[in-house]
């Protein structure tokens, strides 16, 4: 009876959306477009940007932002953009850094290490990059390396 009393308190209540709640989805697109920025900057880090980086990208977007085709497509639209405006990552990094947990922030490098290995070799400018993407997301060495390393066993594995 009780359960049935909250069920109909709950259903009167008005539902909420992100935006009601003064979280906005922009917020979040500006945290895929960052993202997204990274990944293609690194990408692009050796000067080939391959198909393989290309479909490596969107797989982990898609993945980790749960994006549809369409909506991929537009983040790595407006991320070339903002890219091309830019004169370094900070801005990327600090919208990532600002919203996300260390654990998160863990995972960004990650997905930065999964596509420099696309094409299973380091390019020491790829190298610099990947360092200075955490040293501005404020993680650790070891976090850094403890991503690499499980990307490599990942790629062993397969």
């Not at 990208?57 to 070339?80: C, N, P, V, Y």
């Not at 930065?112 to 020491?124: E, F, G, K, M, Q």
Request: with cysteine; net charge neutral.
């Amino acid at each position: 009876m009780h359960r049935r009393i909250l069920k109909s308190i709950l259903n009167a209540l008005p539902k909420t959306t992100a935006a009601d709640t003064g979280r906005s989805s922009s917020a979040d697109r500006e945290l895929q477009i960052a993202t997204c920025a990274l990944l293609l900057d690194i990408a692009r880090a050796d000067n080939e940007f391959t198909p393989e980086e290309e479909q490596k990208i969107e797989q982990l977007m898609r993945g980790h932002f749960a994006l549809s085709e369409e909506a991929m497509l537009e983040i790595k639209k407006l991320s070339d953009k903002k890219l091309k405006g830019s004169i370094d990552l900070w801005q990327f990094a600090k919208t990532i850094k600002e919203q996300y947990s260390y654990r998160q922030k863990e995972k960004i490098i990650e997905m930065l290490w999964a596509v420099i290995y696309t094409d299973d070799s380091l390019h020491p400018h790829e190298d610099y990059l990947v360092h200075k993407v955490a040293e501005l997301l404020n993680l650790d060495h070891r976090h850094l390396i403890d991503a690499k390393m499980r990307i490599l066993g990942q790629r062993k594995a397969t």
